[in-house]
Nanobody, 123 residues
Framework: QVHLVESGGGVVQAGGSLRLSCAAS????????MGWFRQAPGREREFVAA????????YYADSVKGRFTISRDNAKNTMYLQMNSLEPEDTAVYYC????????????????WGQGTQVTVSS
């Protein structure tokens, strides 16, 4: 079982940037494909971005493509989401999870989600 902790959220004005982190407490972090998801109030959780185990392969939801960048540091057991040009529509709680392959299916592995980190973008 992989334990994941999200951090880095906050309140930012439209057009601003934030960097989220996902710290994993597992010895074999580099063996897992990883992904970011988000859930806005009154809406279902949706896929945001995914990254393969080596970091060489990435995949994005159309709504964030060109604005968000997913990355990972396997030596630090940490995944990141750099969010630029933020829009009010990006306001949500952001979660990370391990993914099944292929990452383009954006299928989370864990049924239990962490607390997430709140991102609020003001207009």
């Amino acid at each position: 079982q992989v334990h994941l902790v999200e951090s880095g959220g906050g309140v930012v004005q439209a057009g601003g940037s934030l960097r989220l982190s996902c710290a994993a407490s597992v010895r074999t972090f580099s063996a897992y494909a990883m992904g970011w998801f988000r859930q806005a109030p009154g809406r279902e959780r949706e896929f945001v971005a995914a990254i393969g185990w080596s970091g060489k392969t990435t995949y994005y939801a159309d709504s964030v493509k060109g604005r968000f960048t997913i990355s990972r540091d396997n030596a630090k057991n940490t995944m990141y989401l750099q969010m630029n040009s933020l829009e009010p529509e990006d306001t949500a709680v952001y979660y990370c999870n391990t993914l099944k392959e292929p990452i383009t299916k954006a299928t989370p592995t864990n049924n239990v989600w962490g607390q997430g980190t709140q991102v609020t973008v003001s207009s």
